[in-house]
């Protein structure tokens, strides 16, 4: 079997549809469905089992399983409950990292490029645990996955046991079906296409930095699918290891993000800037761009889709239809 932790949130029911459509069907679920209808990602999936993650550690006792993928956190970049980000997202990850290393289990985790902080000291996946104390994240969550990161590093650079196979993977601004239930942490891009389709106005965020024009506010936006496509070759590259950026490698505006949605509509641009929030005005990222040449060195060629493609994939084959799941 295989265990996907976070399988019924945004990556990892896309991942789980990936894992079906190869013809695995003895995929378990570790995750919590509460009341936002996250149930719907994974309506169109088969399932081995789902555990709720405050029964997982009993779960696996005596189990054997191909590896484990480990996307389950609290994402929220607004978080503030310290206690239970660091209990959720840095002592779960390091309880399933000693289960995977006792029973020489291959482990796939999501990082995330928040461990970046502000951008000043670079996005190079460096997994020197000396380059990792030099970042500095912004927020609460990045901290909780930078942790996480340093303890995989150090048992790494101290020969330690490890897992056969581990893989931290920094995601960038992944986007794509299935990320409905997450609220304001969704993309723009679906958060503002029913505005799109509907003609209205669609509200970026003025630009607070001389030199930065509005809605210029730059990210590596990468699609799902090319997330997807990494983990899957992982998981075929049992000889890869390590700790690597997963972006496209260019970084876009909002307002472009934006105009490729317009155009895959085939409609006229309306987009209107507002001033950004005063409370996050001080921890906004105005630039992210991935390096990605460890990955590519370590094998991969799946290359990635260019941002007017992925959201002309996205309009076309999800948002605007009815159902918009995978």
């Known amino acids: 079997m295989l265990l996907v932790t976070g399988g019924a949130g945004f990556i990892g029911s896309n991942v789980v549809a990936a894992l079906n459509d190869a013809g695995r069907t003895d995929v378990v679920v570790c995750d919590i469905l509460g009341h936002d209808g996250k149930w719907r990602n994974l309506a169109k999936r088969q399932l081995a089992d789902f555990v709720p993650p405050t029964e997982l550690m009993d779960w696996l006792k005596g189990r054997r399983l191909d590896a ?5 956190a609290i994402s929220e970049t607004t978080a503030t409950d310290g206690d239970l980000v660091i209990e ?13 290393t006792a029973n020489a289990t291959p482990l796939i985790y999501a990082s995330s490029a ?24 912004m927020n609460l969550y990045g901290w909780s996955k930078h942790l996480f990161d340093m303890a995989v ?33 969704m993309s723009v891009l679906a958060r503002r296409f029913d505005d799109v389709k509907a003609g209205r ?80 005005r001080g921890s906004y990222q105005y630039f992210t761009q991935s390096e990605v040449d460890r990955l590519q060195h370590a094998g991969y060629n799946g290359g990635f889709t260019a941002l007017e493609d992925a959201v002309d994939a996205y309009v076309k084959g999800f948002l605007d239809h009815t159902d918009r799941f995978r």
């Not at 959720?88 to 995977?100: E, K, Y």
């Not at 997807?228 to 876009?252: D, E, K, Q």
């Open 201 to 280: 106005p669609v509200q970026l965020f003025k630009s607070h930095r001389e030199g930065i024009a509005d809605g210029d506010q730059r990210r590596d936006f990468i699609y799902v699918d090319d997330v997807v496509r990494v983990m899957i070759w992982l998981l075929a590259t049992p000889s890869v290891s390590g700790l690597f950026n997963v972006g496209t490698g260019t970084a876009r505006s909002f307002r472009d993000l934006m105009l490729a949605a317009y155009a895959a509509l085939g409609a006229k641009p309306n987009i209107e800037y507002i001033d950004m929030p005063e409370q996050i």
């Open 88 to 100: 959720t997202n840095f002592r779960l990850s390091m309880r399933l990292l000693d289960w995977c």
């Open 68 to 72: 484990v993928i480990h996307l389950g």
């Open 114 to 137: 928040a461990t970046y902080g502000d951008g000043e000291r670079g996005f190079r996946d460096d997994q020197s645990v000396e380059n990792l104390k030099k970042l500095r994240p």
């Open 153 to 185: 590093a150090e048992r790494a650079a101290r020969g330690e046991r490890l897992p056969p196979q581990w893989a931290g993977l920094k995601f960038f601004n992944v986007f794509g079906p299935n990320e409905y239930h997450k609220g304001t942490m």
